[in-house]
């Protein structure tokens, strides 16, 4: 990833980088506001150019457990929950190969092939 | 992170409320994973709190009277940006945890969330622990549930 976004921006522009027939649809930076989950929607709701409530079925819970992603990732501000992973995860969500980076970066690729999910 | 319980994230809201030592809760309760995980964040407490007297619940109303309690503020105050961060952490994360453990049901089509057949189990716990673990929330909840009624 070579483009830095402005820190102040929760919502990053197209950037229209192309890894490996992936195209790079919405970018969003998770900040500890509200729940990973709530953040990877919005972005996919970016990336498809809907409205986060416009995003249905199915529903993020059946394709990951983002409540764990997030403590691994970013653990929270207790003493005891600190973060364990590093790195990034990645998953698909429908049509999408979604990225959760360790600075708070979701990244939003869509992957040329609608994707059957389970 | 040794079990599903602690692998749970939520904001930090500041309205989490300690969670009491876990020898003061029933071991009933520590035994039965759905009625435990169901509990394990606040706005699911506050959803199954919203079950106590009304069976049926839109998850548009639904992710409104959370988003005033969370926000502190009356309903009809709650900006449309915040309604839809709940509603959309209610219907990809919450809802779904719920029904998985046959807590409430869900109507896809209608946005409908009913009692399911592990409702009663999650009631009695919350009835039981509610008044030390979490009594404003129980309280807000009811209210909301009377401000509706009384519509």
């Not at chain 1, 990732?73 to 003493?79: A, H, P, Q, V, Y």
């Not at chain 2, 509990?39 to 988003?67: F, K, Q, V």
């Not at chain 2, 807590?103 to 009663?120: I, K, M, R």
Request: charged content about 30%; some cysteine; proline content about 4%.
């Amino acid at each position: 990833m070579t483009s830095r976004q402005d820190r102040n921006s929760k919502e990053g522009e197209y950037l229209g980088d192309r890894t490996n027939d992936l195209t790079q649809a919405a970018q969003r930076r998770y900040d500890g506001e509200r729940e990973l989950t709530t953040e990877i929607v919005y972005a996919v709701a970016a990336a498809r150019g809907v409205e986060p409530t416009d995003v249905h079925s199915p529903p993020l819970y059946e394709c990951v457990d983002a409540a764990t992603v997030e403590t691994a990732l970013f653990g929270r501000s207790t003493s005891e929950d600190r973060p364990v992973a590093d790195g990034t995860v990645e998953f698909t969500y429908a049509e999408f190969l979604v990225t959760v980076r360790k600075d708070g970066w979701i990244q939003v690729s869509e992957t040329g092939a609608r994707q059957k999910t389970s | 992170m040794g079990n599903n319980s602690s692998g749970e994230a939520e904001p930090n809201d500041g309205s989490k409320p300690h969670v009491p030592n876990p020898e003061a809760i029933a071991d009933a309760v520590l035994k039965l994973d759905h009625v435990h995980d169901a509990l394990g964040h606040p706005r699911r407490r506050y959803l199954c709190y919203t079950l106590l007297e009304r069976t049926e619940w839109s998850l548009t109303d639904l992710a409104t009277n959370i988003a005033a309690w969370e926000g502190d503020v009356p309903e009809h105050e709650v900006r449309p940006d915040e309604r839809t961060a709940v509603y959309v952490s209610l219907y990809h994360n919450h809802v779904p945890n719920l029904v998985e453990r046959r807590v409430v049901a869900y109507d896809e089509t209608t946005e409908t969330l009913s009692a399911a057949e592990n409702t009663q189990q999650v009631l009695a716990a919350l009835e039981g622990i509610g008044a030390s673990l979490n009594g404003a929330q129980e309280t807000h909840a009811r209210s909301e549930i009377d401000d509706e009624s009384t519509r």
